[in-house]
């Protein structure tokens, strides 16, 4: 059984605050997403890494992928309200098919 | 362009009862998946679907079963309902080119 980790599963930080949240998996992907969600509303992806040590930067947001391509992180500078919400992390591993694994996400509060 | 659109959003069935919900996916989009949000399961993969083909399924009784028209929209229908059936449901789309996927706004289901 394929699993992806995340941690923290819950976060609640002041603005201007900075956090870093973790995906891991014995597995290794042949690529891995990020996405966000707010209540109510379906999971919107914000990056794909496909490269082992890949970093991909979206404004505040910086994405690695790590070297073994089993392990991933997101970081978020200076974070705002307007980040709140939900990070899931989504490995795809190439199993005669692609397959996508979803890790059980870090809700992320931040207070103004 | 439009983005997915499930309908329902919101839906309420009674024990025993089936149910079906729609996906019209992202136009040149032909894979669709399915997958069961919960608070305690997370994201659950249901089907996936390409060219009216179920590509993959993921460990769910055979109660939840699915299709694809040749336009790429799909159905998923859940007979027998049960009381942990209630979930919100999400559809996904994606082009063969890419590994992330787009997701529609979901289908609330909730079962008494």
């Known amino acids: 059984t394929q699993l992806l980790e995340q941690s923290p599963q819950f976060l609640s930080i002041q603005e201007g605050e900075n956090l870093t949240v973790y995906c891991n998996s014995s597995s290794v992907f042949s690529s891995l997403q990020w996405y966000r969600q707010e209540p109510g509303e379906g999971p919107v992806l914000l990056v794909t890494?496909?490269?082992?040590?890949e970093v991909k930067k979206l404004k505040r947001l910086t994405f690695q992928f790590g070297d073994a391509r089993k392990d991933s992180s997101l970081h978020i500078t200076a974070a705002q309200p307007g980040d709140t919400g939900l990070y899931l992390c989504?490995?795809?591993?190439?199993?005669?098919?692609?397959?996508?694994?979803f890790g059980a996400g870090t809700r992320l509060f931040v207070k103004a | 362009k439009a983005g997915v659109t499930q309908t329902p959003r919101y839906l309420i069935k009674t024990r025993g009862q089936q149910v079906t919900l729609s996906c019209s996916p992202i136009s040149g989009h032909r894979s669709v998946s399915w997958y069961q949000q919960t608070p305690g399961q997370g994201l659950q993969f249901l089907f996936e679907?390409?060219?009216?083909?179920?590509?993959n399924k993921g460990n769910f009784p055979g109660r939840f079963s699915g299709r694809q028209f040749s336009n790429s929209r799909s159905e998923m229908n859940v007979s027998t309902l049960e009381l942990g059936d209630s979930a919100l449901y999400l559809c996904?789309?994606?082009?063969?080119?890419?590994?992330?996927?787009?997701f529609g706004s979901g289908t609330r289901l909730t079962v008494v």
């Open positions: 996904a789309s994606r082009a063969l080119t890419d590994y992330g996927y787009t």
């Open positions: 989504a490995g795809v591993i190439n199993t005669g098919g692609f397959k996508t694994i």
């Open positions: 679907y390409f060219s009216e083909t179920q590509r």
């Open positions: 890494v496909v490269t082992g040590g």
